[in-house]
């Protein structure tokens, strides 16, 4: 057995079929890092202990996720790489595998993660997408939306843009870029933050549609920021339409890859 190594995953999967990322305290709940430890244990057959960058929620989608293990064993990134992929994809894939440099944790190293929201407004739903947005018919009102988020970028608490933030927990977030527009019937809504609260993303999604039905004024947004008590009217958007789509990392290098294939 090789010495000791962290080994990064870049990971995509569709959340649809899962209960999130964690494990559940009942092991018959299909969640995406059970079934990824599970194929990942057979493959270098010794225990592992996945670290992941952001822990989504129920039904949400990753484009970029990022997951670290710790691990002895002599497999090649690629192997592994090759080996989940057979086993677990389309649902659930492995984009790159490298070693990491040492240290490397793939949520305390993280800098920054960023989330895409959409939402169909066309009249009719999209088979072929409707897994992956929210299809919400009618137009909205994107110079308005993009009015009232200005109010939510920059170091905020934002106690009243999450669910249950839980005694002694800090809910301060840096909220880095907050952007809406429109790409014919999709409204895209893009957060980057330095992380992110349970929920954070989906109440501030509610948040803005309200405002782009008209049914919100725009200043209550920045208001209710300040006020740190949830706006009732504001409920969390649906999960499904939610993918996260990068984490960033500072001073991280891959060291190696490998080939595809496994021996």
């Known amino acids: 057995m090789s010495s000791s190594r962290v080994i990064r995953l870049d990971l995509a999967y569709d959340g649809t079929g899962f209960r999130g990322w964690a494990v559940q305290g009942d092991p018959s709940v299909r969640t995406v890092q059970g079934v990824l430890t599970q194929t990942l244990v057979e493959m270098v057959?010794?225990?592992v202990r996945l670290v992941v960058a952001g822990r989504t929620d129920a039904g949400v989608h990753a484009r970029g996720q990022v997951a670290s293990f710790r691990t002895g064993s002599g497999r090649t990134p690629g192997q592994i790489q090759a080996f989940v992929n057979g086993r677990l994809g389309p649902e659930v894939s492995i984009r790159e595998a490298s070693v990491a440099p040492e240290g490397f944790d793939a949520r305390h190293s993280a800098s920054a993660r960023e989330?895409?929201?959409?939402?169909?407004t066309?009249?009719?739903p999209d088979p072929f997408s409707g897994r992956y947005v929210w299809h919400r018919p009618?137009?909205?009102s994107v110079p308005a939306m993009r009015s009232a988020a200005a109010a939510l970028v920059g170091e905020h608490d934002f106690?009243?843009?999450?669910?249950?933030?839980?005694?002694?927990?800090?809910t301060v977030r840096d909220l880095q870029r907050l952007t809406v527009r429109r790409e014919q019937d999709l409204v895209?809504?893009?957060?980057?933050a330095n992380a992110f609260l349970h929920q954070m993303v989906r109440v501030i999604v509610g948040t803005l549609v309200l405002v782009g039905q008209g049914r919100l004024a725009g200043d209550v947004v920045g208001r209710t920021l300040a006020s740190r008590r949830r706006l009732a009217l504001a409920k969390p958007a649906p999960a499904r339409g939610l993918t996260l789509e990068r984490v960033y990392y500072r001073r991280h290098r891959r060291t190696s890859t490998a080939p595809s294939r496994p021996t």
């Open 45 to 47: 057959r010794e225990p």
């Open 115 to 120: 989330y895409r929201y959409a939402i169909d």
């Open 122 to 124: 066309s009249a009719v």
């Open 138 to 140: 009618g137009a909205l």
């Open 159 to 170: 106690a009243s843009f999450c669910r249950h933030p839980g005694a002694g927990h800090s």
């Open 188 to 192: 895209l809504i893009s957060l980057r």
